[in-house]
């Protein structure tokens, strides 16, 4: 099993800045990709960005050039710089660890941004 917590969600004014963290603990070998996803009222869970081990991000296009997702091997932590926050980036964050054949989800975190 592998333990995903999420931080750093919280209320921030359109044009502000929040960094996210994921601690990851437990079985974490094997985790190749990680990611960020995120959930607003009445619309499905999207994808915001995600990272392989090695490095190479991915982002949706609606967060391209504001968000920055990084990962930190040694501490088993993955992070999302998100600047220019916009109020359409109201969600709960989650983040998401993947194995070959097998996922895992943290709780998330609410991020409110008000214009």
């Known amino acids: 099993q592998v333990q995903l917590v999420e931080s750093g969600g919280g209320l921030v004014q359109a044009g502000g800045s929040l960094r996210l963290s994921c601690a990851a603990s437990?079985?974490?070998?094997?985790?190749?990709?990680m990611g960020w996803y995120r959930k607003a009222p009445e619309k499905q869970r999207e994808l915001v960005a995600t990272?392989?081990?090695?490095?190479?991000?991915n982002y949706a296009d609606a967060v391209k050039g504001r968000f920055t997702i990084s990962r930190d091997n040694a501490n088993y932590t993955m992070y999302l710089q998100m600047n220019s926050l916009k109020p359409e980036d109201t969600a709960v964050y989650s983040c998401?660890?993947?194995?070959?054949?097998?996922?895992?989800w943290g709780r998330g975190t609410q991020v409110t941004v008000s214009s």
């Open positions: 437990g079985n974490i070998f094997s985790i190749n990709v």
């Open positions: 990272i392989t081990s090695g490095g190479t991000a």
């Open positions: 998401a660890a993947f194995k070959v054949s097998t996922s895992y």
